[in-house]
T-cell receptor, first 116, second 111 residues
Framework: GAGVSQSPSNKVTEKGKDVELRCDPISGHTALYWYRQSLGQGLEFLIYFQGNSAPDKSGLPSDRFSAERTGGSVSTLTIQRTQQEDSAVYLC??????????????FGPGTRLTVT | SQKIEQNSEALNIQEGKTATLTCNYTNYSPAYLQWYRQDPGRGPVFLLLIRENEKEKRKERLKVTFDTTLKQSLFHITASQPADSATYLCALTGGGNKLTFGTGTQLKVEL
């Protein structure tokens, strides 16, 4: 497809379980970003990939959160031992990474995670 | 500390009027500032980017100003329509590719 896709669109999990969220960026976009948006809140930066490496992981809230990107394309965000405070919409974006801070970011529709 | 502030109160205006949204920031020296639109249940959509050496940028009914002295950007929608109702987010970088977003201002355009 032409846009950023994310799966699943909705995920309900029990506290303590691990979850994996997937992002498929726009083809050719070398930069990939993960954000989290809690109800009524702004976007919280989690991690940024340039190619397969993650030069900025500063937003990951704890060591329960990890992300990887393979083949310079698909990325997976993994949350281990989920907690109720992890409930949020997880958004992925990609960009061409031509201008540091000046890139237009293209967002996916998000994965709504609910931890019960 | 670095902060980006947008009006948390919703802005209600009448159709046809100009909507003006404000983004103030502290402890940033951004080379670029971006504006995005977000509809409920969807990811943000890029609208406009303005560079630090540009005072104003226009795109159709949209206009953005960027005052690096005041550390403020204004986002204007002229001849507003109900379809313009959404949350508008400003975003900037403190360095590198990481964008920091404001919490957004909800705009409601009424008939």
């Amino acid at each position: 497809g032409a846009g950023v896709s994310q799966s699943p669109s909705n995920k309900v999990t029990e506290k303590g379980k691990d979850v994996e969220l997937r992002c498929d960026p726009i083809s050719g976009h070398t930069a990939l970003y993960w954000y989290r948006q809690s109800l009524g809140q702004g976007l919280e930066f989690l991690i940024y990939f340039q190619g397969n490496s993650a030069p900025d992981k500063s937003g990951l809230p704890s060591d329960r959160f990890s992300a990887e990107r393979t083949g310079g394309s698909v990325s997976t965000l993994t949350i281990q031992r989920t907690q109720q405070e992890d409930s949020a919409v997880y958004l992925c974006a990609s960009s061409l990474a031509l201008l540091a801070g000046g890139d237009e970011q293209y967002f996916g529709p998000g994965t709504r995670l609910t931890v019960t | 500390s670095q902060k980006i502030e947008q009006n948390s109160e919703a802005l209600n205006i009448q159709e046809g009027k100009t909507a003006t949204l404000t983004c103030n920031y502290t402890n940033y020296s951004p080379a670029y500032l971006q504006w995005y639109r977000q509809d409920p249940g969807r990811g943000p959509v890029f609208l406009l980017l303005i560079r630090e050496n540009e005072k104003e940028k226009r795109k159709e009914r949209l206009k953005v100003t960027f005052d690096t002295t005041l550390k403020q950007s204004l986002f204007h929608i002229t001849a507003s329509q109900p379809a313009d109702s959404a949350t508008y987010l400003c975003a900037l970088t403190g360095g590198g590719n990481k964008l920091t977003f404001g919490t957004g201002t909800q705009l409601k355009v009424e008939l």
